[in-house]
């Protein structure tokens, strides 16, 4: 079996390299966060799951299957320590925190022409305004469009990660897609 270059590495760290763990927890560090961060909402508490998932992966690491994707392994590790969590502290998932530009002010911004819709808005705006909206959908649907389009996970990857059918997860990014619109028709974003 011919191994891509995660499984080279996982050899390695289970070999006793330290080195090839810090290159692991390198390539992965930044996308790692950026999803957990959007999960959470909460700087410190990304950093901190994002930590603890390193540690896990540590210490499991010896279980990793080469049959499958390294990658796909490591967010189904990661999918549950941050599901975890968030059922631990409900009440920091669901409501919004006050720190995040609403939408209104959004619109109201001298960048935003209602007639023009994104015309003068940059493009760093256009994305921020857009993940602020996703993390307004409620979670079912927030974490698959986040595996989908900041991962960029196929399908069955999303589906093995989350242990929804593949169906299901179409269904939802779908639903999820449609919630966004509305939300983004609602602000008054689309010219």
Known sequence: MLLDDDQVLIEKILDGSKLSFEELMKKYNKKIYNFVIRMVRNDEVAIELTQDFFIKIFSVLHKYNFQ????????????????????KNQVYVDSLNGDNISQKRLVESKNFISEDGFD???????????????????????????????????????????????????????????LLRKEIEKDGMFA
């Open 120 to 178: 003068n808005l940059e493009k760093d705006e256009v994305k921020t305004y857009l993940w602020k909206t996703v993390d307004q959908i409620p979670m079912k649907y927030r974490e698959l469009i986040l595996m989908r389009y900041l991962q960029e996970l196929k399908y069955d990857e999303i589906a093995e990660i989350s242990g929804l059918p593949v169906g299901t997860v179409k269904n939802r990014i779908f639903k999820a897609k449609e």
């Open 68 to 87: 499958y994707k390294f990658s796909t392994w490591a967010y189904r590790i990661c999918y549950n320590l941050v599901i975890d969590h968030i059922r």
